[in-house]
């Protein structure tokens, strides 16, 4: 909304930044970050009054000692305030009717509604909320509706790469590879895998979020890193010189990308350890989902495994735990996800969240990285 105000520049000059979407993109971030510090004890109170604490997801899988007995009287579903801060932020920053934000912003508020059905669920005495198939069929179709949406969009109509179009056209049927200048395979089998990357996305964050700050400080690293990689893919020149593909309108998204880091830093604001809130899958599964389509978007798929690398490592540690204990009846970790191996191990919770966030940030700078690398 913010963005017409660029349409009075010749009556107050300082409007014409209103143009440009790195100023809208650090509006976007700041008014995010400020809507959840803001609203966060009102929010906590309503969640508290709510009953909305959640049965621990980890009774009879841990040792009594490692389970915090305090953390079962903090309302989870803080997620509300993080999906909210980022849609309104959004919209009122973003450039209106823009395609690309509208996509965004829906995908996040899809998969928000579904983390937030599964929370109420748990909250209601079912503590392992949504059916996990079911969970994972209604992502997917979250997901393949968001990714066709966007591949049927003129900007994403052609695959633009070093200034040329590229043969066979369909950006998002395009699969890019780091280090690789160019698309390695195309076809329709390509909107699969995204939609895998974006499930495996919104699922690794859930998993993530188990310490006091833990998830929503690593998908500020995440989120950043992809708004760079947005604007550049949005930038002609920078998009040519960088053999990235250019995608007409997509450095929109960076406004998107920048309010989710926002929320997430407004939101650390009271998720620090000892947390006020917990985001609960209401705010998981719509960070993990968001940041999976930006990816999926500046065909940045495979780019995610090393910014998002301590969400990889979390999964990873689950699938190899699971696949070792069914195969061999034995188990690589203490606990899983790994951070709990981690806290059995003698780590204290901050000590765990520090270093995965410094992790988190190597990580993010290495994917960035693989922009100058092809």
Not at 9 to 27: I, N, S, W
């Amino acid at each position: 909304m913010f963005y017409w105000l660029a349409e009075f520049k010749d009556v107050f000059g300082p409007f014409r930044l209103f143009e440009y979407v790195t100023f809208r993109a650090a509006g976007a971030g700041a008014t995010a970050m400020l809507l959840t510090i803001l609203l966060g004890p009102l929010t906590i109170k309503l969640l508290k009054r709510l009953g909305t604490n959640a049965p621990n997801r980890h009774e009879g899988l841990m040792d009594e000692k490692f389970i915090d007995r305090n953390k079962d009287k903090t309302p989870s579903m803080g997620g509300v305030l993080i999906v909210a801060a980022i849609a309104i932020s959004s919209i009122a920053w973003g450039m209106p009717g823009n395609s690309m934000i509208i996509a965004f912003v829906g995908t996040l508020l899809a998969f928000g509604t579904l983390g937030f059905i599964d929370d109420y669920a748990k909250v209601k005495g079912n503590r392992d909320g949504i059916a996990g198939k079911v969970k994972l069929l209604l992502q997917a179709i979250i997901a393949i509706a968001a990714i066709v949406y966007l591949d049927s969009l003129p900007e994403t109509a052609e695959m633009v790469l070093n200034g040329k179009i590229q043969p066979g056209g369909g950006l998002m049927r395009q699969l890019m590879v780091p280090f690789l200048a160019f698309p390695l395979i195309a076809g329709w089998g390509v909107i699969l895998f995204s939609m895998v990357v974006m499930v495996g996305s919104s699922n690794a964050v859930n998993l993530t979020d188990g310490k006091d700050g833990l998830a929503v400080g690593t998908c500020i690293f995440c989120a950043l890193a992809y708004a760079v990689f947005a604007y550049t893919c949005g930038h002609k020149i920078f998009a040519s010189y960088l053999n990235v593909p250019f995608i007409a309108g997509s450095s929109e998204v960076v406004v998107f990308a920048t309010a989710i880091a926002g929320a997430c830093i407004g939101f650390l604001w009271y998720n620090c350890y000892p947390a006020s809130v917990f985001m609960g899958d209401t705010g998981s599964l719509a960070l993990g989902g968001s940041i999976g389509l930006i990816a999926v978007l500046v065909r940045q798929e495979l780019t995610l495994l090393i910014v998002g690398f301590v969400f990889v490592m979390e999964a990873l540690s689950v699938i190899i735990q699971v696949a070792s204990f069914k195969l061999t009846g034995k188990r690589v970790f203490l606990c899983t996800p790994i951070h709990h191996h981690f806290e059995q191990k003698g780590w204290t919770e901050t000590q765990i969240v520090a270093r995965f966030w410094i992790i988190a940030g190597v990580a993010a700078l290495a994917g960035l990285a693989t922009l100058k690398l092809r």
